[in-house]
């Protein structure tokens, strides 16, 4: 499946039980050579408080507490309304005609909540990367930072992402962010994605960059956020949830042997 060119391969193990997925085998899936290959693999297992659960590993083997594009996958997929367990918490899926709604929850803006290496204040962070600097950081089921420059096109992200993801301040790395004013409710942006690099769009990186946004006064909810893939609808309203709406699609089926990649 994929969402705006982001890509996911879905594994449904809600009735059917499988070998217990780890870094080692989601990496081996995911390369695009050897494996079958995605941006992020998602696992829908079942949940005794939710609907079910949903799982997100990177294309590194690393699990993600949230993945907005795919979240509208699983909406799909499923095909009704839905509230879901995830490692960033709890969220609500509803169907729409070639896509779906997503209410990604509350945003998070303490330090620690990012999670950052020691206090610093998150609505305008006094540090920089080269000609990237002063961002916002948000945590939307996990940590981003958000740069605001006049042509996020310009910016060497494919070189400065990695820098930033790993840098200590980020203990947990962080999803790195940067956008242009397009519009009093237009928004274009690029993201570097923790673990799985540039990638065609981002749900995630939409909700946080919308927010910051908004908590900035240079854009109006609803925000229309243009990424390489397309546009998102991004929802928000401070002390309020994040509502994404945006398309969803299905690629294709198959099956591969476990014992592969285990």
Do not use: K
């Amino acid at each position: 499946m994929h969402g705006l060119g982001n890509d996911f391969v879905v594994i449904d193990a809600r009735e059917v039980a499988i070998p217990a997925m780890t870094p080692a085998i989601a990496r081996a899936l995911g390369d695009r050579r050897t494996g079958i290959g995605f941006d992020q693999l998602i696992l829908l297992e079942p949940s005794d408080t939710r609907d079910f659960r949903v799982r997100f590993f990177n294309a590194d083997g690393s699990e993600a507490g949230a993945c907005g594009n795919g979240s509208r996958a699983v909406a799909l997929l499923h095909g009704a309304p839905a509230v879901v367990e995830t490692g960033g918490g709890p969220i609500a899926l509803e169907p729409l005609d070639g896509g779906a709604r997503v209410d990604m929850g509350a945003p998070r803006f303490d330090w620690d909540a990012i999670p950052l290496a020691y206090p610093v204040d998150t609505f305008a962070m006094p540090v920089g990367w080269e000609t990237l600097e002063g961002p916002m950081a948000v945590n939307v089921g996990n940590p981003h930072v958000i740069f605001f420059v006049e042509d996020a096109e310009a910016e060497a992200l494919d070189r400065l992402g990695p820098v930033i993801e790993h840098d200590p301040l980020f203990p947990e790395r962080v999803n790195v962010n940067v956008a242009s004013l397009a519009g009093p409710d237009h928004l274009t942006l690029r993201v570097w994605e923790r673990g799985a690099g540039l990638t065609r769009a981002c749900g995630t990186g939409a909700c946080a960059t919308a927010v910051a946004a908004i908590r900035r006064g240079l854009v109006n909810s609803p925000v229309r956020v243009t990424l390489p893939g397309g546009d998102l609808a991004i929802a928000w309203q401070p002390g309020g949830p994040i509502l994404m709406s945006g398309p969803a699609a299905e690629a294709f089926r198959g099956t591969f042997r476990w014992d592969d990649y285990s």
